[in-house]
């Protein structure tokens, strides 16, 4: 069975950090183009930080930018997104997804989340004191 499976998330007090994790099983990610995205409550979907599969070039939306890094690993065949600084308007639920072959730019990539073959469930980040 093919799947991304995402962990890390929680609660968390302004100014902290989580390091969410997402995890391909039934395939590798060597050939995937990775994005992070995130929705809240009322809200549309946000690509939040993605990651290209050839030159491991990244993107991050400017609501994260210099607090928010991602990473990703092939030979743990996984991707992690380190989110620091946390405030409250970062809460959400967050998605991994993953795409094979794209021709997008990183920046492109975030902008179109219906461009992706895989999702993984979602993990719940709460940024509250």
């Known amino acids: 069975q093919l799947q991304l499976v995402e962990s890390g998330g929680g609660l968390v007090q302004p100014g902290g950090s989580l390091r969410l994790s997402c995890a391909a099983s039934?395939?590798?990610?060597?050939?995937?183009?990775i994005g992070w995205f995130r929705q809240a409550p009322g809200k549309g979907r946000e690509g939040v930080s993605c990651i290209s599969s050839s030159d491991g070039s990244t993107y991050y939306a400017d609501s994260v930018k210099g607090r928010f890094t991602i990473s990703r690993d092939n030979a743990k065949n996984t991707v992690y997104l380190q989110m620091n600084s946390l405030k409250p308007e970062d809460t959400a639920v967050y998605y991994c997804?993953?795409?094979?072959?794209?021709?997008?730019?990183?920046?492109?990539?975030?902008?179109?989340?219906?461009?992706?073959?895989?999702w993984g469930q979602g993990t719940q980040v709460t940024v509250s004191s």
């Open positions: 039934g395939f590798t990610l060597d050939y995937y183009a």
């Open positions: 997804a993953a795409v094979l072959f794209t021709a997008m730019g990183v920046q492109a990539m975030c902008a179109a989340s219906s461009e992706y073959d895989y």
